[in-house]
């Protein structure tokens, strides 16, 4: 048993933080919690405890949406809409990753910044490549974080140089499953269904990817509703549907297996109906849909009618990786929206945001993002003293940190109960 005496901070649920001054978090060998106490219980009063002192103890974060080939665009090309800025600037640069030289560089990198900001785990779109898409893997696994990786699947209105066929994605999609149900480091890190999003999937694709999640039990991750000319787009791709939504689900794309649609920002409707019946998760990009100019995702409306959402940094769209700045954007936006509504939306609250980036992006790994019993221990040890120069309390540091902090602060960074190195940056 591993047990970790510091100012223990989470979100069992979203209306308020847990505080803990000086608690206990005691992890079991295999990285699982046994158990978080305000005091040591009797039967560890022998064991050795590891003191952090006046630290602050929090969960790490779960980025559920973001691009790995992108990242060397990171601040670039904010001067477009979505779909030029896919042809302009997206699709070149993707089209890099068939040498995997230049995939090694950059997504070394990739993996190094995740680590640095304590994001232990996160669902990532690759490209096309396989072999790229595997070194991308391997990173991970070298770096002991968690993460679901996918092969894009592209096939129409693409770049020849960004172009793979249906039969060439489910065989690579197949044999990454393969590799990393042997070398994914215990499940930690694995692959993901992921079509690119309608307009770049041919009907025969979208249905060998639906059939594919389906019979090797994977979950699935795409775009859904961020900007109105995609939408328009869809809608003439695919004339016999009734939403971008239905598109997805009828070539088994939309919760027949878990699945994480990013953006949402226009979806309503018939497209809100289906994604509630069918449990499917609006990943919220806020970074993202503010630098390309596609809109404001009405996440307080999605809550209310009990779909889940989860926090994307979808760089390179976004502009940050650090999940604290996806936080403080998420309760921005919503603030707008609040305002623009006359208040009858409200706006998130911190410890609903920090939920959001925790526990309920944690709920697609299993039970991960929280610091409750039976959890897996992916935790961040985080030194404020700098902010913490007068009399603050523990809410109004935790408020500060996640305001004004960043991953200078982050001391030690644990995923599923073990303590991470740094890993290669070159
Ligand atoms: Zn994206």
Redesign the pocket.
């Known amino acids: 048993m591993n047990i970790y005496r510091a100012n223990i901070i989470y979100t069992p649920s979203p209306d308020a933080f847990r505080i803990l001054p000086g608690g206990y978090v005691c992890v079991r060998e295999d990285g699982i919690i046994a158990g978080v106490y305000e005091q040591l219980p009797e039967q560890y009063r022998t064991a050795e405890v590891t003191d952090y002192g006046d630290r602050l103890l929090i969960p790490a974060f779960n980025d559920m949406?973001l691009?790995a080939p992108q990242y060397r665009n990171l601040g670039l090309a904010m001067d477009l809409e979505l779909l030029p800025w896919l042809n302009t600037y997206t699709f070149p640069e993707e089209s890099k990753f068939k040498d995997t030289a230049y995939a090694e560089r950059i997504y070394h990198r990739f993996v190094h910044e995740l680590w640095m900001q304590g994001t232990m785990r996160s669902c990532v779109?690759a490209t096309v490549h396989p072999e790229a898409t595997r070194m991308l893997a391997d990173f991970f696994v070298q770096a002991g974080l968690g993460a679901k990786v996918g092969i894009v699947g592209m096939n129409r209105n693409c770049p020849d140089t960004l172009r793979n066929t249906a039969e060439e994605v489910v065989r690579d999609t197949r044999a990454l499953k393969q590799y990393l149900d042997v070398h994914g480091n215990n499940g930690l890190v694995g692959t993901i269904v992921t079509p690119r999003f309608i307009p770049s999937c041919t009907e025969d694709m979208s249905a060998a990817l639906g059939r594919l999640a389906e019979e090797l039990q994977l979950p699935v991750q795409s775009?859904l509703s961020e900007n109105r000319s995609e939408i328009d787009w869809v809608q003439s791709l695919e004339p016999d549907t009734a939403c971008y939504g239905e598109a997805y689900y009828k070539y088994g794309l939309f919760g027949q297996r878990p699945t994480l649609m990013?953006h949402c920002c226009y979806t309503d409707g018939e497209e809100l109906r289906l994604m509630k019946r069918q449990g499917v998760y609006v990943v919220h990009c806020p970074t993202s849909n503010s630098n390309i100019a596609s809109g404001m995702a009405p996440v307080r409306m999605f809550l209310q009618h009990g779909i889940p959402v989860v926090l994307g940094s979808?760089i390179s769209?976004g502009h940050y990786v650090s999940m604290l700045r996806i936080i403080q954007y998420a309760v921005q936006t919503s603030k707008l929206i609040y305002a623009q509504t006359q208040g009858k939306m409200p706006f998130l609250s911190l410890s609903e945001a920090f939920y959001l980036a925790t526990k309920a992006g944690g709920g697609f790994f299993g039970k991960v993002g929280s610091f409750e019993e039976g959890y897996e221990f992916d935790a961040l040890l985080v030194d404020d003293s700098y902010l913490n120069y007068d009399n603050y309390t523990l809410e109004q540091r935790i408020q500060r940190y996640i305001y004004i902090g960043d991953d200078r602060d982050i001391r030690v960074r644990f995923c599923r109960g073990k303590e991470l190195t740094e890993p290669p940056m070159d």
């Open positions: 949406h691009h779109f775009h990013a979808d769209g």
